[in-house]
C-alpha cells in the first residue's frame, strides 16, 4: 500500500494555470477510472473535486479538471483564485494484494 | 444536507483502546459503504478502513489490520472504529466519509487521537 507520488509544492499567480501530478503503478491510478482528487484547507473537512479520473461533482468549478495517462494522473486548476490555496491530495483504489485505496502524499498549492 | 460528526477521539496511552463514532444524517445511511481515513498532523491523509453497506465485508489497511474494527448500526445509523493496542504512529485526526464511485463524496470534521504516555 505505496503512497501515490505528488509534488510537495505548487504555486502560482492569480489568473493563472497550475497542473498537480500523482504517480502510482499499473495496481492502481494505471487500472480503470478509479482516481480522486480532494481540497483540503486545514482544519476543515476535505472535498471531493473530481472522481474517476476526470469528473466533476455537482457544484464544483469547472475551473477544475482532471486527466490521466499511463500511470500518472493530473489535476488542472485554471484561473487561479485566492481561495484554491489549500492542500490537494490525489486518491486511487487500487488492487495490489486485498482491497484498498492509496492517498498521494499532498501537493500544497500557493497562491502568489 | 448531508452530515458527518465523529466523536469519541481524546489522549489515550500506548496499548490502549478507544472507540470512535460517525453520527449520520441528510441521506440514507444503509445506501452506502462508508471509510474511516486519518491524518497525521502535518502529514497527508491515509485511508484506514471500509465497510458495504449491510456491514458484511470489512477491509483495513495493513497497518491497522487485526487492531482495528470497523462497524455500523444502520439502525442508528452510526459507524464506528474500535481501535485495540494503540501506537504513538496511530495519532491522527480520523474522518469518516461516505463513499461514491470508489472515492469519498462527504466527509466529517474529524476527530483527534492522541496516544501517548
Known amino acids: 500500500q505505496s503512497a501515490l507520488t505528488q509534488p510537495a509544492s505548487v504555486s502560482g499567480s492569480p489568473g493563472q494555470s497550475i497542473t498537480i501530478s500523482c504517480t502510482g503503478t499499473?495496481?492502481?491510478?494505471?487500472?480503470?477510472?478509479?482516481v480522486s482528487w480532494y481540497q483540503h484547507h486545514p482544519g476543515k473537512a476535505p472535498k471531493l473535486i473530481i472522481y474517476?479520473?476526470?469528473k466533476r461533482p455537482s457544484g464544483v468549478s469547472d475551473r477544475f479538471s482532471g486527466s490521466k495517462s499511463g500511470n500518472t494522473a493530473s489535476l488542472t486548476i485554471s484561473g487561479l483564485q485566492a481561495e484554491d490555496e489549500a492542500d490537494y491530495y490525489c486518491?486511487?483504489?487500487?488492487?495490489?494484494?486485498?482491497?484498498?485505496?492509496?492517498f498521494g502524499g499532498g501537493t500544497k498549492l500557493t497562491v502568489l | 444536507e448531508v452530515q458527518l460528526v465523529e466523536s469519541g477521539g481524546g489522549l489515550v496511552q500506548p496499548g490502549g483502546s478507544l472507540r470512535l463514532s460517525c453520527a449520520a444524517s441528510?441521506?440514507?445511511?444503509?445506501?452506502?459503504?462508508m471509510h474511516w481515513v486519518r491524518q497525521v498532523p502535518g502529514k497527508g491523509l491515509m485511508w484506514v478502513s471500509r465497510?458495504?453497506?449491510?456491514?458484511?465485508?470489512?477491509y483495513y489497511a495493513d497497518s491497522v489490520k487485526g487492531r482495528f474494527t470497523i462497524s455500523r448500526d444502520n439502525a442508528k445509523n452510526t459507524l464506528s472504529l474500535q481501535m485495540n493496542s494503540l501506537r504513538a504512529e496511530d495519532t491522527a485526526v480520523y474522518y469518516c466519509?461516505?463513499?461514491?464511485?470508489?472515492?469519498?463524496?462527504?466527509w466529517g470534521q474529524g476527530t483527534l487521537v492522541t496516544v501517548s504516555s
Open positions: 474517476e479520473d476526470n
Open positions: 466519509a461516505r463513499d461514491w464511485n470508489d472515492g469519498f463524496d462527504y
Open positions: 486518491c486511487s483504489y487500487s488492487f495490489a494484494g486485498s482491497s484498498s485505496w492509496v
Open positions: 441528510g441521506f440514507t445511511f444503509s445506501s452506502y459503504w
Open positions: 465497510i458495504n453497506s449491510d456491514g458484511s465485508s470489512t
Open positions: 499499473s495496481s492502481d491510478v494505471g487500472s480503470y477510472n478509479l
